[in-house]
């Protein structure tokens, strides 16, 4: 446990720490315009408390990835903990509160387009496709997981009557404007996920468990496949929104356009990512403890078709008594909901603002989200596991050209690089390895060929990427 208790206080502490820090790389100017004063038009541009725009985005990125992506990230031991808590105050942290304030400072437009300021025409048109392809796959895995969730929940509606019920209720959280259902329900949803996290930290604390710690042993015992699933870069795939995860700087727009000051930006920005981490921390620890240690969960998940959503259930409904275990299902089920809902709405405003379309009037709203929800229904019948995978890899990809922009920003006016461009290195390297040794890409599996080969095709990534800084930093 003395693991967990020091990746726990350190996660705690970097908020005040490191984010302070931060703030200062930033040089916040709390008397700044912000874009829901100078932009507003009462659908999505709406200046809100900022514990309300703390929660939204909270919800918006905590989807199934900090619990799902934790527990099975939990199958490689105790060194999860360390990627969690590393990644999730100098990358993932880092990465959502400084693409955060960019976003804020220029007129919180979706991400492709602050890409496409920073970084040129080309990289603007693959983020606008890449972007689109992602937030449409999160909406369609944050459909189903909590679908097959509800449906063990109550039996009595079928699974495709939860995912009915789900689509119908994802198309009117996209239609209507952010203060009247997203601004309302999220305090109830943010409650329950706090309770879950609460209820299995109480749990880990005063039950007969036992958390592995993090040793030379460990590190080297607890492998579930090393040959085809190696730690690296595996498990940065697996474990994304409780370390670092791209999807995150496509929802902090919603709530750029919301915020009433920059001071507002490393508790909305910072700290949401890092409270995502403290869940994705538990998870992690609960999944090894519950199961008596990383061999037995990679076991008993091999024995129910490797289903996150399974060991989830088993762990809520054991722990927590029969009461406890619902709302800490609901909390699970309400932080994918409250991400899927707003990945639509995100890929609304994309399309938005790669066509110039106002968005006041309720028709042109609907015009661009019934193309996005009528690919998404074709999706729903594609295999969950090729989407789910497809869906991690684009993700962490995504992250990478955000973390190339943040390194770009603060190239151009003057600021500490260093805070950025070793994280968007280590990522570039994440993402090209894995397009190596995954079988979904090219399989060279767990050889040293594949990492030398990611290593080449990383450093000739990042000397291009740096001279493409050099050159957007100098242009006004």
Not at 18 to 34: E, F, N, P, S, W
Not at 57 to 63: E, H, K, P, S
Not at 141 to 165: C, D, E, Q, T
Request: glycine letters at 8%.
């Amino acid at each position: 446990m003395i693991t967990f208790l020091i990746c726990l206080a350190l996660l705690v502490a970097a908020y005040f720490g490191y984010g302070a820090y931060l703030d200062r790389v930033c040089q916040i100017d709390t008397k700044a315009a912000v874009p829901s004063a100078t932009l507003y038009d009462g659908v999505d541009y709406i200046p809100m408390p900022r514990w309300r725009t703390f929660l939204i985005q909270l919800l918006n990125i905590a989807g199934i990835g900090p619990i799902f992506g934790a527990v099975m990230g939990a199958c490689f031991g105790p060194v999860v903990f360390l990627w969690i808590t590393l990644g999730g105050i100098f990358v993932g942290a880092m990465h959502d509160y400084l693409s955060g304030m960019i976003l804020l400072r220029n007129d919180g437009l979706s991400l492709p387009e602050i890409v496409g300021r920073y970084l040129g025409r080309g990289a603007l048109v693959f983020m606008r496709a890449l972007s689109l392809v992602l937030l449409v796959l999160v909406g369609v895995v944050f459909m189903r997981s909590p679908a097959g969730i509800l449906g063990g929940m109550v039996s009595s509606i079928p699974y495709w009557g939860w995912i009915a019920i789900i689509l119908v209720y994802y198309f009117v959280a996209t239609m209507v404007p952010i203060d009247k259902l997203i601004g309302k329900i999220y305090p109830l949803f943010g409650a329950a996920l706090i309770f879950m996290s609460v209820g299995l930290a109480v749990v880990l604390f005063k039950g007969d468990y036992t958390i592995p710690n993090l040793t030379f042993d460990t590190l080297r015992n607890y492998q579930a496949n090393p040959d085809s699933m190696p730690i690296i870069p595996t498990l940065f795939i697996t474990v994304a929104c409780g370390a670092i995860s791209g999807f995150h700087a496509t929802q902090s727009p919603l709530m750029a356009r919301c915020m009433n000051n920059e001071r507002e930006g490393r508790m909305i920005f910072y700290g949401a990512m890092i409270t995502e981490s403290i869940i994705a921390l538990i998870w992690a620890a609960i999944g090894m403890a519950f199961f008596h240690g990383p061999d037995s969960l990679v076991a008993a998940l091999a024995a129910h078709g490797n289903d996150a959503a399974w060991a989830v259930g088993t762990i809520a409904n054991t722990t927590l008594g029969k009461v406890g275990g619902v709302i800490a299902l609901f909390g699970v089920v309400s932080a994918a909901v409250t991400s899927g809902d707003t990945a639509f709405r995100s890929a609304r405003l994309i399309v938005a603002d790669v066509l110039k379309i106002e968005q006041r009037a309720l028709w042109k709203r609907f015009a661009i989200a019934l193309p996005l929800f009528a690919i998404a229904v074709v999706l729903l019948f594609v295999d969950f596991d090729v989407v789910w995978r497809y869906f991690a890899w684009t993700n962490q990809t995504l992250s990478v050209i955000t973390l190339w922009v943040i390194v770009t920003y603060l190239k151009k006016f003057k600021r500490n690089i260093w805070v950025a461009l070793p994280a968007a290195v280590l990522m570039t390297y994440i993402c090209t390895s894995f397009v190596f040794i995954s079988g979904q890409f090219i399989g060279m599996a767990n050889h040293s060929l594949a990492y030398a080969l990611a290593g080449v095709v990383t450093v000739a990534i990042s000397v291009g990427m740096w001279a493409k800084v050099l050159k957007e930093s100098k242009i006004k």
